[in-house]
């Protein structure tokens, strides 16, 4: 018997309103596992990630972690239950400082020496946070912010981290600082599920990837296989 995938998606559909986004989506992903999801704007990766994370209600089909249905958990529970999104865009509090963000981020749970013991974890892994702790979130720079929003993710403990764009408005010095970052949370035991405009960097980053064109998947490989494919590399890696 295979283990049990950390999360499976089985032919999932939703939308807003009269429109379906999703047209029957299946995934999975492995504990231990970086998968990425890439695909055109609109294609439906930001859907498929909200729906996981119980923001978008799920239509028809199930979505299973640990083998157990999310449908019609709030989004709270599934933090609690170990998975974490980090949003387009980042948004981080502005108006709150980088240390209570941090703070925010360890909000559900009760551990305060665990919490402590994080919060330092998560200034060695991000200098340039303890540096600037006092400072507001939203005063910080794009790169900075990211970093930030990271950082708040894990403070959580998560045992899935759900990132969507997180190359977005950066410059590429940092997009490579920030993928170092990701591959060092997966070593340190995080499985991550990358949404990626980026499809060059997020299949270089990833174990395994898939291919969603109008809300449904066109291809699933091996990250290298998919990043040697020739469908691949005309319509995502412009070459
Ligand atoms: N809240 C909403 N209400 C109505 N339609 C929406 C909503 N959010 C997304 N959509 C539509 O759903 C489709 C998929 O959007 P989604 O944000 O999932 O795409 P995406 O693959 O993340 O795109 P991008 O790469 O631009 O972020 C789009 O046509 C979008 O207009
Ligand atoms: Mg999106």
Redo the contacts with the bound molecule.
């Keep these: 018997m295979p283990e049990t995938p950390l999360l499976e998606l089985r032919d999932v559909r939703t939308?807003?309103?009269p429109?379906e986004?999703l047209k029957g989506i299946s995934l999975e992903v492995r504990e231990g596992e970086i998968v990425t999801m890439i695909?055109?704007?609109?294609?439906?990766?930001?859907?498929?990630l909200?729906t996981v994370s119980g923001l978008?209600p799920l239509r028809t089909g199930a979505v299973l972690y640990r083998g157990e249905s999310l449908a019609g958990i709030p989004p709270h529970k599934i933090v609690e239950m170990g998975v974490c999104q980090i949003p387009?865009g980042r948004r981080i509090f502005p108006r709150l400082t980088v240390l209570e963000n941090l703070e925010m981020g360890g909000f559900i749970r009760k551990d305060r020496a665990g919490i402590a013991d994080d919060m330092e974890k998560s200034f060695h892994r991000f200098p340039v946070l303890r540096e600037r702790q006092a400072q507001l979130g939203g005063t910080l720079s794009g790169g900075e912010q990211q970093m930030l929003a990271i950082a708040r993710a894990l403070m959580a403990r998560p045992r899935l981290l759900l990132l969507?764009?997180p190359s977005l408005g950066l410059a590429p010095l940092i997009v490579s600082k920030v993928f170092e970052i990701l591959r060092e949370v997966n070593k340190d035991g995080v499985t991550l599920l990358l949404?990626e405009?980026h499809a060059k960097l997020a299949l270089k980053t990833a174990h395994r990837g898939y291919v969603?064109e109008t809300?449904r998947i066109t291809m699933s490989d091996a990250a290298s296989a998919l990043l040697a494919d020739p469908r691949v590399q005309d319509a995502y890696l412009g070459s």
């Design positions: 939308g807003y309103g429109i986004v695909g055109a704007n609109g294609a439906g990766k930001t859907t498929t909200m978008v387009e969507d764009e949404v405009q969603l809300g």
